[in-house]
């Protein structure tokens, strides 16, 4: 059974960083595309941040990017989300999924991922 788990969600104040983890009980991570989705109170959960199976692409959301980003250990079944000058609108519970590599063209798109994690809050103050 596929698990992912993230980690590493707080508070922090505007201008601050965070790192969020997901670790993933997958066999050959190698072969999914992984994600990063947030859900803001009283929103719809949005896409944040992809990483194809090898770590040499990616693919942003316009209002992290340059702020944020995402690198991935294979071997160690590992997908980080480095968070930097964080604003009080990331405020958000961040979610960690997982899609077949051959997704990786509809990466952004929710719909198409298989796995999710159970969510990591991340609360930025003013």
């Known amino acids: 059974q596929v698990q992912l788990v993230e980690s590493g969600g707080g508070s922090v104040q505007a201008g601050g960083s965070l790192t969020l983890s997901c670790a993933a009980s997958?066999?050959?991570?190698?072969?999914?595309?992984m994600g990063w989705f947030r859900r803001a109170p009283e929103k719809e959960r949005e896409f944040v941040a992809a990483?194809?199976?090898?770590?040499?692409?990616?693919q942003w959301a316009d209002s992290v990017k340059g702020r944020f980003t995402i690198t991935r250990d294979n071997p160690k079944s590992t997908v980080i989300l480095q968070m930097n000058s964080l604003k009080p609108e990331d405020t958000a519970v961040y979610y960690c999924?997982?899609?077949?590599?051959?997704?990786?063209?509809?990466?952004?798109?929710?719909?198409?991922?298989?796995?999710w994690g159970q969510g990591a809050q991340v609360t930025v103050s003013s």
């Open positions: 999924a997982a899609t077949f590599a051959t997704r990786w063209n509809i990466a952004s798109r929710q719909e198409v991922y298989d796995y």
């Open positions: 990483i194809d199976w090898s770590g040499g692409r990616t």
């Open positions: 997958i066999r050959n991570l190698n072969n999914y595309v």
